[in-house]
């Protein structure tokens, strides 16, 4: 599943391209994909125009004149690609991005007033657009149940701990993690975010000290920033607006790196597992 830096690139290439279109035509392949009734998309999806494109932790948000939103969530292979007068695809990266479309993996295409068009493709089957007025949208159970995002200015160490220490008994790993602690981190920038702060990814939260945690509330906002920079990771599945590898993974500190020497302080990095999950870390950087 993308982490927050990939769905944010994705975001960015569509602000971009799609503001201001008219949505004249729309076709899905299944209501699994698209699950709205047919009289609600005539009235509020289309003759509309899109407002502006967001993104709430891993879901994005595309904003209509109607007053109405499609909530999109990629899921694990989902993508989206335009064609206009140019080409432009984000997403899990087969051959779709760069394809005749609509294609066997198109589940929805919606057509604008120009003639381009919005390829919402999905090999899995997993993702989803659903039509929703917006002020609904932040009473979706997901959204009332996801915490804050971290790189908002207004979340700063003063929020973040206190969320944090909810998860005393567990790994630090875990807390993060944990969608309803704070939004969009996944497991590649967990321990990234973890080997720049110097915290074991094992490490019980209640045993980390508040200043452990403004480390790694800093670090987390580094990691983050950085690989939207860089146009998300290259793990497996995601490429940027131009159809682009991220480059992130270039950049590691520590993921993916087991056996190689840590940068800081060039011990071997070893790969362990913590909150069920492929662990990364530096054995002196990183003691628990």
């Not at 929020?159 to 790993?173: D, L, Q, Y």
């Not at 309803?180 to 490490?203: C, M, Q, R």
């Amino acid at each position: 599943m993308p982490e927050l830096p990939e769905v944010e690139t994705v975001r960015r290439g569509l602000q971009k391209l799609i503001i201001g279109n008219q949505i004249v035509a729309e076709t899905h392949a299944t209501d699994k994909s698209f699950p709205n009734e047919a009289n609600e998309v005539a009235e509020f999806l289309l003759g509309t125009t899109v407002t502006n494109v967001r993104r709430r932790a891993k879901v994005l948000l595309i904003d209509l004149s109607s007053k109405y939103t499609l909530v999109t969530h990629l899921k694990m292979t989902g993508q989206l690609v335009y064609l206009g007068a140019e080409r432009f695809g984000a997403g899990h990266p087969n051959d779709s991005l760069i394809g005749v479309l609509p294609d066997k993996s198109t589940r929805v295409t919606l057509t604008f007033s120009d003639n381009s068009h919005l390829y919402f493709n999905d090999q899995r089957k997993f993702g989803w657009m659903r039509l929703l007025p917006t002020f609904a949208v932040p009473e979706i159970d997901f959204m009332k149940r996801v915490g804050p995002e971290p790189l908002e200015e207004v979340f700063t160490s003063r929020e973040f701990i206190p969320r944090v220490r909810r998860r005393a008994g567990t790994s630090i790993k875990a807390a993060i993690l944990d969608q309803t602690v704070l939004a969009g981190v996944g497991n590649i920038y967990a321990d990234e975010s973890l080997w720049g702060a110097k915290i074991h990814p094992a490490s019980i939260v209640r045993e980390l000290s508040d200043k452990k945690l403004v480390d790694l509330l800093t670090e987390i906002k580094t990691v983050m920033l950085l690989a939207i920079e860089k146009g998300g990771s290259t793990d497996r599945n995601y490429v940027n607006a131009e159809g682009k590898r991220g480059s992130y993974i270039d950049f590691a500190r520590v993921f993916r790196r087991e056996g190689l020497d840590c940068p800081r302080c060039g011990t071997t990095i070893e790969k362990t597992r913590v909150a069920g999950r492929g662990t990364h870390f530096c054995p002196v950087c990183q003691v628990q």
